[in-house]
């Protein structure tokens, strides 16, 4: 099955293309975007983005991983959201990063909005969860108005750049999204699947 395109109000998640990695780099290659994920490197090279892009659909196909490009309804890049599975507890773990010249935009919010459509719909998972580090609050809103919930705080848990980092873990489960308890309406934010 080839990976879906998904729409929402004002964005099409959709698989990255090689036209895409000069917009990667740049917008990656922010050392603000860097400094607050963690995963995205700084400097970021060339060729890097192409190689992110190159295995994306062999991730996708062996089901452990979906990773969309966040863009506008007339295809300009914004950012990235993906999750990687974990399949046999049918449980996603979402990471996305916006440029910067699109933050305070609602876009981040918008995007992770679809990606639980399609995780609770056509994934089938039961569980998402997310981390931000602390000094990243607008993730952790973001998170909370997905209705995902705070579970605590992971000290020193991942190694970035030569120090030890804290994250804070959110988590939304399916029965929370389905009741409408996750902040989720239907009428929001419409999201299609093509």
């Known amino acids: 099955m080839h990976q879906p395109m998904l729409y929402t109000a004002r964005l099409l998640l959709r698989p990255f293309q090689l036209s895409d990695a000069p917009a990667v780099q740049r917008l990656a290659g922010d050392a603000a975007v860097a400094e607050m994920t963690l995963n995205v490197p700084h400097p970021y090279g060339d060729g890097m983005a192409e190689t992110w892009i190159a ?12 990773t969309f490009a966040i863009a506008t309804l007339d295809n300009e890049l914004r950012g990235t959201i993906s999750l990687q599975l974990t399949t046999p507890h049918r449980r996603g773990e ?12 609602g876009v981040a919010t ?20 997310a981390s931000h580090l602390p000094r990243n609050p607008a993730s952790g809103r973001v998170m909370q108005k997905a209705g995902m919930q705070r579970e605590g705080l992971h000290r020193e848990q991942y190694l970035k750049d030569g120090r030890f980092e804290d994250v804070m873990q959110y988590a939304v489960l399916r029965c929370d999204w389905e009741s ?8 929001e934010h419409p999201h299609h699947v093509h």
Do not use: C, K
């Open 110 to 129: 918008e995007a992770v909005h679809g990606l639980l459509q399609f995780a609770f719909g056509p994934l089938g998972l039961n569980r998402v969860q």
């Open 180 to 187: 409408g308890s996750a902040g989720h309406t239907s009428t």
């Open 55 to 66: 295995s994306h659909r062999g991730a996708w196909d062996a089901g452990a991983a979906v």
């Open 94 to 105: 979402m990471g996305y990063w916006i440029g910067r010249p699109y933050w305070g935009q």
